[in-house]
């Protein structure tokens, strides 16, 4: 019987270290779980915020692109932007206009 009784306490005791190995893993669960939703939330707010970044950076550049094209538009409008100088053709057998210096056509002066 003696040996019964001690038997009996050992496992006892083996019965109580495992409950509390299991405590121990439930709380590590938890604890763990509580961590793992933290960090999924705080994942999903930066990708938003990415998100938004992103879709405000294209519209930015669409913006700038389109301001970008109205100005090449203008210019050509005003015929700064147009053909080069060189190469307008206002009769096509003589070819483009050949720029003159104006010092070729100024008069010799008198000492």
């Known amino acids: 019987q003696g040996a019964l009784k001690q038997l009996i306490k050992q496992l006892q005791a083996k019965k109580k270290s495992l409950q509390n190995q299991l405590k121990d893993y439930d709380l590590r669960l938890e604890q763990e779980a509580k961590a793992y939703h933290k960090a999924s939330n705080e994942r999903r707010t930066y990708l938003a915020e ?44 003589k070819g483009p206009i050949k720029k003159i210096a104006a010092v070729k056509h100024l008069p010799k002066l008198k000492h």
């Open 50 to 93: 990415i998100s938004q970044t992103s879709v405000a950076m294209e519209a930015t550049k669409k913006q700038q692109a389109g301001q970008v094209h109205e100005i090449r538009e203008m210019q050509a409008r005003k015929g700064i932007y147009n053909v080069p100088a060189n190469q307008r053709i206002l009769d096509p057998k």
